[in-house]
């Protein structure tokens, strides 16, 4: 088996791992291994924005995002959060990140469920594909920073509970990475469920090593579903509809076109009354209504969603669009402290593969991409401090066969929790 020699191994390529790279020292060599294409990612594909928090705003952040957590949210977390927001915000704008703006060149906020303000940042529809574009575009200037395409994480290198790099598989050829430190940024695990708005290559890879190697895991049964996912069976991989169109005014209706819901609410809550409302009536359809808005201002503010559902043969101005409820996001994962590490020596996890205690039992709107980019670089700077007295050790680790999918899956059987009977179609 042929072996890589790495400073930092980081294992994913959303926003998460990128941010984290870029926030580490330029002396070090960092290696990012990911098991499809860069882009391949669920931070890509984030439509709604990102959550920023100016300083007189914090208290009211604070508030909006427990109330949605179901308070059991980390308070500690939920403070870094927000004071650390505006700092990492502009970090990205350096980078050459493009925010919208209003006709007076000043940033443009909108407002999304469960917010009681106005304090998301957006590009159209497709703030995390911007985002994305510009930490590429930075990453590739980088000559210390190295990407491996289709390389499937099999394994961690772990030996008396610390890591020291991976085993992979890519092309049928396996292949080891040592390293001083792995940062796993590896996503959810939308991948494992039949209807999903995540990338099919997203597996919970860190949930089935955090149980094959007793590194300590938390709120596994937390699994959010999001209230509108067009309802396209046709689809593997099924397409959101952001929560800003109904932050924007657009509704959701039964099939009598009655409003039964207020959409504005938690997406927890907004999902349990779609839900009950089809098992209420023989499973019949809910569309989300968009039609009474500003067909051009719609056109122009949602690009991305319009010419996605216009392919689709539907007309988000004047059609109304079926929608059902999809997995989206796990606010459980690895356990972290508040600099991003984990209980197991020198892994770090980032990105919604962590578990900082954010969210909560159900995250707030567009607080996923702030939460990657504050403990992306929180982890970065502890790494750059203790990296110098790390010494890189091989061989202490061999591989062996498993299957991660099937171990993730069992996982997630075992703990979906007060979601056991929703998870059944999903």
Known sequence: MSSLKTDV??????????????NLDAQLNITIVTNSKIRDCNSYLAQGGVTTVIPDDEDSFIEDTLAAGHFKNNH?????????????????????????KNEN????FTKEAAHSKKRILFHGSETGKMIMETLIEN?????????????ELLDLKIFKNSVYGGFFRSKNKN?????????????????????STNHENIKGISLALAQRHNIEAKDIECIQLHPTALDDSSKKRLFLLSEALRGE?????????ERFVDELLPRDKVTESIIKRKNNNNNYQIYLDATELDSDYIKNRFEGIYNECFERGYDITTDLIPISPAQHYFMGGI???????????????????ACTGLHGKNRLASNSLLEALVFGRKAASDINIHIKDITLTENLA?????CPEKAAREIIIRHRGDLKNELRHY
């Open 335 to 353: 356990k972290t402290n508040l600099k991003g590490r984990s209980s197991c020596q020198y892994l770090y996890v980032v990105g919604e593969a």
């Open 249 to 257: 005014g657009a509704v959701i209706r039964d099939a009598k076109g």
């Open 139 to 151: 990453i590739e200037k980088r000559e210390n920073i190295t990407i491996l395409e289709d390389s």
């Open 76 to 100: 500690e977390t939920l403070k870094i959060v927000a004071r650390e927001s505006w700092k990492n915000i502009k970090t990205l704008i350096d980078m050459g990140a493009e925010f919208q």
């Open 105 to 108: 060149g000043e940033l443009k």
């Open 9 to 22: 191994l980081i294992v994913g390529s959303g926003i998460g791992g990128l941010y984290t790279a870029l």
């Open 175 to 195: 292949f080891s990475v040592d390293s001083k430190i792995v940062v796993l940024a590896t996503g959810g695990i939308g991948g494992l469920f039949k209807n």
């Open 398 to 402: 061999s591989e062996d066969e498993w």
